[in-house]
Antibody, heavy 120, light 108 residues
Framework: DVQMVESGGDLVKPGGSLRLSCVVS????????MNWVRQAPGKGLEWVGR??????????DYAESVRGRFTISRDDSRDTLYLHMSSLKIEDTAVYHC???????????WGQGVLVTVSS | EIVLTQSPGTLSLSPGERATLSCRAS???????LAWYQRKPGQPPRLLLY???SRATGIPDRFSGRWSGTDFTLTISRLEPEDFAVYFC??????????FGQGTRLEI
């Protein structure tokens, strides 16, 4: 079974920092383009950013709303995706999911998500 | 940014009926990078279709997709009780930002 398990969610004050992790099992993580997606309370899904594989240069793209504040990285030796968040704003409050689509294999997976609350 | 607009917002049908859900893109989307998901409360989204019409692993053939221009359609041919959920489309082309539709709630 494929599992994608996020962790690191917490209550943090505006301006603070947090690091989320997503541990992946059941697929070859190093071959997977990985995304972070969030959903704020009562809102739709918002793409946060993605990181490509080492083969594709580990290129990272970000949504405009988080560029310069969030950093996505990956550790293929640990099958883990990271989201480093800094200068957090109240509007960053959301459930954060890691996800991937693997067209080559005809599948795609999301983690259950982790809650980040930014509040004073 | 490509905006995906789904309609209807809510679709009320009965088991055995046919459901047709729409996702309209604000500009051209490469059909190779359009997916449909099903989401139930408390669960992560489940990939149904990728590349607009290819069923993901394990997805029954009552789920199908097609497209014409910027209009994408998910059809569920004969609704089963477990199909009542929220469905959303997702474009994940090579050029960010990646975007999602707002969802269609399929209810009994």
């Amino acid at each position: 079974d494929v599992q994608m398990v996020e962790s690191g969610g917490d209550l943090v004050k505006p301006g603070g920092s947090l690091r989320l992790s997503c541990v992946v099992s059941g697929i070859t993580f190093s071959n997977a383009l990985m995304n972070w997606v969030r959903q704020a309370p009562g809102k739709g899904l918002e793409w946060v950013g993605r990181i490509k594989t080492e083969t594709d240069g580990r290129t990272v793209d970000y949504a405009e709303s988080v560029r310069g504040r969030f950093t996505i990285s990956r550790d293929d030796s640990r099958d883990t995706l990271y989201l480093h968040m800094s200068s957090l704003k109240i509007e960053d409050t959301a459930v954060y999911h890691c996800m991937t689509i693997r067209q080559r294999y005809g599948d795609g997976y999301w983690g259950q998500g982790v809650l980040v609350t930014v509040s004073s | 940014e490509i905006v995906l607009t789904q309609s209807p917002g809510t679709l009320s049908l009965s088991p055995g009926e046919r459901a047709t859900l729409s996702c309209r893109a604000s500009q051209t989307v490469n059909s190779r990078f359009l997916a449909w998901y099903q989401r139930k409360p408390g669960q992560p989204p489940r990939l149904l279709l990728y590349a607009a019409s290819s069923r993901a692993t394990g997805i029954p053939d009552r789920f199908s997709g097609r497209w014409s221009g910027t209009d994408f359609t998910l059809t569920i041919s004969r609704l089963e009780p477990e199909d009542f959920a929220v469905y959303f489309c997702h474009q994940y082309g090579s050029s960010p930002p990646i975007t999602f539709g707002q969802g269609t709630r399929l209810e009994i």
